[in-house]
């Protein structure tokens, strides 16, 4: 498939080194940079730019926070007017708008790209939102119809700068929600001695349910590699996004009691051994006498009750 339209990307992971197979698939001609020079098709970034032709259009695919905000820096020197920066990945909204001021300012475009789909994006295309001028989106369109999976849906450009990072920040803190109530789930149904083989019950939700989604795809999934996820810890990080959507829900006095709640459950999992349960504990025994478990003993040494998915109290097959 002949394609005029060209992109850099710099960084080339996981997601990013797909979304180049993906948009080499469709015809386009990709030229990546990566610190990996295995992997990378150019040395430098210098050598990315000089590579492509104006007006260049460069994605950026490395972490949030320092490292995209180095990375769009240094294209601000080496770009000229007329191109236009792309960041593809989990930047705070309001960075999006620091960093098209000042590439503004030397008359390089910004767009903000929210990306979900993870590993599966090469097969399945990628949900994008997307936010910035008409003009600048305009400039990077073919890559995202590229990116996107088939049909009529996966693409939206939210609003200006900013969009489109803040709607995939709405829609990580929503990711967050499901898949605690997935796991709490999960946790009562091997708690309970009625319930006799868990793995078979969630993949019955799959079909015919009205809670079944790709998450519980891929809760069953877990469940097949793992029946009891015995290799799972009871530990799970945030990337930020959960965070600052309750954040923003502060900012617009917007209630998220669920979001919320499934943040903290995070913030608990990370604990060996909870100091506000270890206070708890202490006063129900100060004013009932309620026994005391001695610290070696108690569940959460052992990663129990942890309210997410491989913290159960018992697991059953």
Not at 164 to 185: D, S, T
């Amino acid at each position: 498939m002949a394609s005029n339209f060209e992109i850099g990307i710099i960084g080339l992971g996981r997601m990013g080194g797909n979304m180049r197979t993906r948009l080499r698939d469709a015809g386009h001609t990709v030229v990546g940079y990566d610190r990996n020079q295995d992997v990378s098709d150019s040395a430098s970034l210098e050598d990315l730019v000089a590579k492509l032709t104006a007006p260049r259009k460069v994605w950026v695919m490395v972490p949030a926070g320092e490292p995209t905000r180095a990375t769009i820096e240094r294209l601000g020197e080496l770009l000229e007017p007329g191109d236009v920066v792309v960041d593809g990945g989990n930047s705070k909204y309001t960075d999006d708008q620091v960093h098209a001021e000042k590439l503004g300012a030397k008359g390089i475009g910004f767009v903000d790209a929210g990306v979900s789909g993870g590993v599966w994006g090469l097969k399945n295309g990628y949900a994008l939102m997307v936010g910035g001028d008409p003009e600048h989106v305009a400039m990077v369109k073919p890559a995202f119809d590229a990116l996107k999976p088939p049909g009529e849906f996966g693409y939206v450009h939210a609003g200006a700068v900013g969009a489109g990072h803040f709607a995939k920040m709405v829609h990580n803190g929503i990711e967050y929600g499901m898949m605690q109530a997935y796991a709490e789930g999960y946790e009562l149904l091997a708690a309970a001695a009625v319930t006799t083989d868990v793995p078979a019950i969630i993949k019955s939700w799959r079909e015919g349910t009205v809670i079944r989604s790709w998450l519980l795809d891929l809760m069953d999934a877990a469940l097949s590699a793992d029946p009891k996820l015995d290799k799972v810890r009871g530990w799970a990080e945030d990337s930020g996004e959960g965070r600052w959507t309750i954040e923003a829900a502060i900012d617009h006095a917007v209630p998220m009691p669920v979001i919320t709640a499934s943040l903290f459950a995070r913030f608990a999992s990370r604990q060996d051994d909870s100091p506000t349960m270890k206070v708890v504990a202490s006063l129900r025994n100060q004013f009932g006498g309620h026994a005391i478990l001695p610290e070696t003993a108690a569940g959460s040494q052992t990663g129990e009750g942890s309210g997410v998915i491989g913290g159960a109290t018992e697991h059953r097959g």
